[in-house]
């Protein structure tokens, strides 16, 4: 799950200035943490402490108001009567990390990945593509290669028929998931670490944050090591320092008990 965290991160400052090359420095002084990281965590603590994930999304939503919400989200929190509004923002995608953590079975994660997901997002494809993401996290913990994940792909549907190489030149920012999702798992699927795959889905501009997000959420359990900036500093230790003591918290304790848990 720190994978998402971190992408998020060092995405941050290019959401609004994207870039197009993989040369750019992992982590700046500018560097924060969004919303994808609020609700991401969010989730986690719900799993963690067997809390409803509305109750707590509008509880993190509140305690960090200025993380950069959409929209509709901002008016779902303030809404005393919360219903889903068929969204289909990547959203759905970006948040959805901790499920394929803390259940082993791909059954049980695709089915929670939607339960969570349709609480807001009920549109099909935004539980479409956060089921493709959860599922991806899932097989990488398992051991599978690329080729078993592009397997598990096809037959949601969820056919990927570009490269980077193809979109980069003239890819725009993009938040719904079937825009910006694809997009992330090609950055993980053309990767030869987890590094590789930021700098990949950062280098092709559009919503960085977010598809930094997804695509390091896949990466580090394929991968393992998240591996370090230009000057050799953990990249898990930068993103501790743009994370208050809850945030930092909540990740520690899910981690002790499901990532090392079900490893």
């Known amino acids: 799950m720190i994978g998402a965290v971190i992408g998020d991160i060092i995405g941050s400052v290019y959401e609004w200035n994207n870039i197009k090359t993989k040369d750019f420095a992992l982590f700046s002084p500018d ?5 994808d990281t609020v609700l991401t965590v969010a989730l986690a603590e719900a799993i963690l402490n067997k809390r409803p994930y509305e109750d707590v999304m509008i509880e993190y939503a509140n305690l960090y108001p200025d993380a950069g919400y959409g929209g509709f989200f901002r008016k779902w929190i303030a809404n005393e009567n919360r219903k889903p509004y068929n969204s289909y ?3 759905a995608a970006m948040r959805i990390s901790p499920c394929a953590w803390a259940f082993n079975d791909l059954e049980t994660v695709l089915a929670l990945a939607e339960e969570f997901t349709r609480i807001t997002h009920n549109h099909p494809l935004g ?3 956060a089921q493709a993401v959860s599922g991806c996290i899932l097989l990488a913990r398992k051991g599978k290669n690329k080729d078993g994940i592009r397997e598990f792909l096809k037959s949601r549907g969820c056919l990927i028929d570009f490269t980077l190489d193809d979109i980069r030149p ?13 997009q992330a798992i090609q950055a993980f ?26 695509t390091g959420s896949i990466a580090q359990p394929f991968y393992g090591d998240m591996g370090f900036n ?8 930068l993103a501790y320092c743009c994370l208050d003591d809850k945030l930092i918290d ?3 304790k899910f981690e002790q008990k499901f990532a090392n848990e079900n490893t």
């Open 31 to 35: 560097c924060k943490f969004t919303d």
């Open 127 to 129: 539980i479409k593509w």
């Open 189 to 214: 699927l053309e990767s030869d670490s987890y590094v590789d795959a930021i700098r990949n889905a950062i280098s092709i501009g559009g919503d960085s944050d977010t598809i930094a997000c997804v």
């Open 230 to 237: 230009e000057s050799g500093v953990p990249l898990r230790n």
């Open 89 to 91: 923002g990547n959203g």
């Open 250 to 252: 909540v990740l520690e």
């Open 170 to 182: 003239t890819y725009k920012f993009n938040a719904t998931c079937q825009g910006s999702v694809p």
